[in-house]
T-cell receptor
Framework: AQKVTQAQTEISVVEKEDVTLDCVYE???????LFWYKQPPSGELVFLIR??????QNEISGRYSWNFQKSTSSFNFTITASQVVDSAVYFC??????????FGTGTKLQVIP | GAVVSQHPSWVICKSGTSVKIECRSL??????MFWYRQFPKQSLMLMAT?????????EQGVEKDKFLINHASLTLSTLTVTSAHPEDSSFYIC???????????FGPGTRLTVL
């Protein structure tokens, strides 16, 4: 069975600080996808990234970056120079092949001005 | 990206009534749709998976007679909460899988409050 663990329940940072959200997954699948979603107070899920298991290259998109390491089964998400608008709940998620998406428990990020 | 809509975005109903929530894929055909439920300050939990034209597959612990799912076409799935009770109050999110890369796209969610 697949499992996604986000050990950090809540994180508070001061604006402009960098912050890393951790995600660890468990699976026996060789082909799978990892995701990060942002859920602001409005509730709507905002897709951030999808990464397949064969692509371990790190990715950078503006202030966001992702570090995928199969050796440690981790897919961590870093926000540099955080802003108040980054305050939200962030979910790491997993999908084995074309199967259902399983979500982690989420990390609530609060960026303090 | 592809768009998935849900209607209504929020609904308040009396205990004992039934509520129907629609999920539509607007610009792609969705062979599979998923329904999730999210209680306050919790994660999204999958309720059921439905494929067009066939019966939905429910996750363990989800009552299929209470949460009726109809996936009648490649662009529409409905979730009906029958005889709703206050404990059914939650945020219901659908997702649809399809498109060129068979990706999964999420709807904006429906907030159900049962009085």
């Amino acid at each position: 069975a697949q499992k996604v663990t986000q050990a950090q329940t809540e994180i508070s940072v001061v604006e402009k600080e960098d912050v890393t959200l951790d995600c660890v997954y468990e699976t026996r699948d060789t082909t799978y996808y990892l995701f990060w979603y942002k859920q602001p107070p409005s509730g709507e899920l905002v897709f951030l990234i999808r990464r397949n298991s064969f692509d371990e290259q790190n990715e950078i998109s503006g202030r966001y970056s992702w570090n995928f390491q199969k050796s440690t089964s981790s897919f961590n998400f870093t926000i540099t120079a955080s802003q108040v608008v980054d305050s939200a709940v962030y979910f790491c998620a997993f999908s084995g092949g074309y199967q259902k998406v399983t979500f982690g428990t989420g990390t609530k990020l609060q960026v303090i001005p | 990206g592809a768009v998935v809509s849900q209607h209504p975005s929020w609904v308040i109903c009396k205990s004992g009534t039934s509520v129907k929530i629609e999920c539509r894929s607007l610009d792609f055909q969705a062979t599979t749709m998923f329904w999730y439920r999210q209680f306050p300050k919790q994660s999204l939990m999958l309720m059921a998976t439905s494929n067009e034209g066939s019966k939905a597959t429910y996750e363990q612990g989800v009552e299929k007679d209470k949460f009726l799912i109809n996936h009648a076409s490649l662009t529409l799935s409905t979730l009906t909460v029958t005889s709703a009770h206050p404990e059914d109050s939650s945020f219901y999110i659908c997702s649809a899988r399809g498109g060129l890369n068979n990706e999964q796209f999420f709807g904006p969610g429906t907030r159900l409050t049962v009085l």
